[in-house]
């Protein structure tokens, strides 16, 4: 099952991309395309991130799906599913944005690559930020898309490409290693 959460207010609070998740490694890896013209809106991939649940999360899914319970129940400070398949990410009402391609190997002197679509940034206005390892390059990308104060972000992602993080880690360790072939499987295929 597809779920789909309009996430546009708490875009960048929601989405973590880091490379440590509640001390799980992860390897976020972001899709993108390079159209002339994003205005209007724009879609990418992510996969292998953290989705934090906010408290509009758990009204609407608390009863419906049964693993969304466990996460409510865990002891984090922050309480948050791990997304191993792509999720889909849908942004309309967007004026324009930045993505900048780090050098994986070094981040703080290796090179650095632009691409823009041009904008004008307004009060009220959304800054959507994302990032992940390429999939086509040997960089870290991070994305800034500029919505207008009207734009709305969207995720959807399968009810069978997530897991949650228990509270001890051996319990821990056997979920992601449970999962751990189809990730593998998602990556030798390019995640399709």
């Known amino acids: 099952m597809d779920i789909t ?3 546009t ?3 960048n609070t929601l989405v973590n991309y ?4 509640d001390n799980a490694p992860m390897n976020p890896i972001i899709f993108l395309e390079f159209p002339n013209n994003i205005v ?35 002891s984090y400070q922050y309480q948050r599913i791990i997304i191993y398949g792509k999720a889909k990410f849908k942004i309309t009402g967007l004026k324009g944005g930045d993505v900048k391609f780090t050098d994986i190997d070094n981040p703080l002197n290796g090179k650095k690559f632009y691409y823009t679509w041009p904008y004008k940034v ?4 959304f ?11 040997p960089h870290f990308t991070t994305v800034h898309l500029i919505g207008s104060r009207n734009a709305r972000a969207t995720i959807t992602f399968s009810s069978e490409d997530y897991i949650t993080l228990q509270t001890h880690s051996q319990q821990r360790l056997k979920i992601v290693l449970a999962h751990a072939p189809k990730l593998l499987i998602n990556m030798s295929r390019g995640a399709n």
């Open 5 to 7: 959460l309009d996430i």
């Open 9 to 11: 207010n708490k875009f």
């Open 18 to 21: 880091d490379y440590f998740l």
């Open 40 to 74: 209007g809106g724009y879609e990418f991939e992510l996969m292998n991130f953290g989705l934090n649940i906010s408290s509009e999360m758990k009204e609407r899914f608390g009863n419906s799906l049964p693993n969304f319970k466990d996460i409510f129940e865990c």
């Open 122 to 125: 307004e009060k009220g206005d």
């Open 127 to 137: 800054d959507f930020i994302c990032g992940g390892n390429s999939s086509f390059s």
